[in-house]
Nanobody, 126 residues
Framework: AQMVESGGGLVQAGGSLRLSCTAS????????LAWFRQAPGKEREFVAAISWTGRRTLYVDSVTGRFTISRDNAKKTVYLQMNSLKPEDTAVYYC????????????????????WGQGTQVTVSS
C-alpha cells in the first residue's frame, strides 16, 4: 500500500493551495483519512480528518474556516484545499489513513493512524 502527496509549493500569505494524496494498494473507500503537518523543530500536529463515509469532518481550530478536506473514492484521492494561507501554515504536510475511522473524536494523534505518505512541503511567505 502506498500514499503519495502532491500539490505543495511556495505561496504568498493570503494565497491558496490544494494538496492531493492518492492511495494505491488499499481499500480506499473503507479508509478514514487525515492531514497532519510538521513545522521545523515542532511535533507533527493534526490538521483535518474525514470519515470513511465522508459524512464527518474535523479541523484543528487554527485552520477552521480556511481549510477544507474532501475525498474522491473513484480517484482514491483525499484533498486539502487551503485558503487564506498564513506564514504559520508553513510545514511539511502528510496524509494518513486508518480503516473505518469515523471521526468521532475531538482530535487525533500520529498514533491513531498506521499508513502515511511521504509528505509535501508548503511554504507561505509573508
Amino acid at each position: 500500500a502506498q500514499m503519495v502527496e502532491s500539490g505543495g509549493g511556495l505561496v504568498q500569505a493570503g494565497g491558496s493551495l490544494r494538496l492531493s494524496c492518492t492511495a494505491s494498494g488499499r481499500a480506499f473507500a473503507l479508509d478514514g483519512l487525515a492531514w497532519f503537518r510538521q513545522a521545523p523543530g515542532k511535533e507533527r500536529e493534526f490538521v483535518a480528518a474525514i470519515s470513511w463515509t465522508g459524512r464527518r469532518t474535523l479541523y484543528v481550530d487554527s485552520v477552521t474556516g480556511r481549510f477544507t478536506i474532501s475525498r474522491d473514492n473513484a480517484k482514491k484521492t483525499v484533498y486539502l484545499q487551503m485558503n487564506s494561507l498564513k506564514p504559520e501554515d508553513t510545514a511539511v504536510y502528510y496524509c494518513a489513513a486508518r480503516q473505518f475511522l469515523d471521526v468521532t473524536s475531538s482530535s487525533y494523534s500520529e498514533a491513531d493512524f498506521g499508513s502515511w505518505g511521504q509528505g509535501t512541503q508548503v511554504t507561505v511567505s509573508s
